[in-house]
Every structure is written in structure tokens, then in C-alpha cells.
């Protein structure tokens, strides 16, 4: 099995800064993916970020130029830091990762239980 968990969330101003951690655990053979999604109510999932483990990068527009997501492949760890926040960055952020656990040839995901982001005044 393979457990994913999400921290750092909070209530931020808005222009306010929050960094979000997700660690993966478990049966892992290899991660070649990790990712922020967000959800609000009665929206479906979407993509904010998105980085290989080579290093390469993907962000929604929406967030292009606040938002950096990095990767520590050593210790199966992604961050979202978020800077310059708006109250429509308001959402459950979820951790996706794409990954091959321990004995297995087929490419498998996991997701987190998610953190909830709020920025308001």
C-alpha cells in the first residue's frame, strides 16, 4: 500500500504566502510523477501544478507566476509554495502521485486525503 499525506494548510490574507508538503510512503518502487490538484464545492478536481521526476513543470494559468511546485525524489516529497494568494485560490488541495509500487510493472496513482486552503480576509 501506498500513503500519501498532505500538510501546511491554513487560513491566509489575501497576497498572504502558504507552503504545502506532501509526503509519499509505502510499497514504492518509483515515483515518475507528483501534483496539486484543488477542489471547491461542486467543481470538479483541477490541475494546479504538475512536475516529472526529471523536473519538468506544468501550471494552471491561473496560477502561473505565484504558484512553484519542487520536488525531493530523495525523500518522495513534493511542495507547493504559494505566493501573492487570492480569495479564489480558496479550495481542498489534493497531492496526486503516479507511481510503480514494489513488485509491480503497472503504472499505479495515489491521491491524499487533501488540506484545505483558505484565503480570506
Known amino acids: 500500500q501506498v500513503q500519501v499525506v498532505e500538510s501546511g494548510g491554513g487560513l491566509v490574507q489575501p497576497g498572504g504566502s502558504l507552503r504545502l508538503s506532501c509526503k509519499a510512503s509505502?510499497?514504492?518502487?518509483?515515483?515518475?510523477?507528483m501534483a496539486w490538484y484543488r477542489q471547491t464545492p461542486g467543481n470538479q478536481r483541477e490541475s494546479v501544478a504538475q512536475?516529472?521526476?526529471?523536473?519538468?513543470?506544468n501550471y494552471a494559468d491561473s496560477v502561473k507566476g505565484r504558484f512553484t511546485i519542487s520536488l525531493d525524489s530523495a525523500k518522495n516529497t513534493v511542495v507547493l509554495n504559494m505566493n501573492n494568494l487570492k480569495p479564489e485560490d480558496t479550495a481542498v488541495y489534493y497531492c496526486n502521485v503516479h507511481l510503480f509500487q514494489s513488485g509491480s510493472s503497472r503504472p499505479d496513482e495515489a491521491w491524499g486525503q487533501g488540506t484545505q486552503v483558505t484565503v480570506s480576509a
Open positions: 509505502g510499497s514504492i518502487f518509483s515515483i515518475y510523477g
Open positions: 512536475i516529472s521526476s526529471g523536473g519538468s513543470t
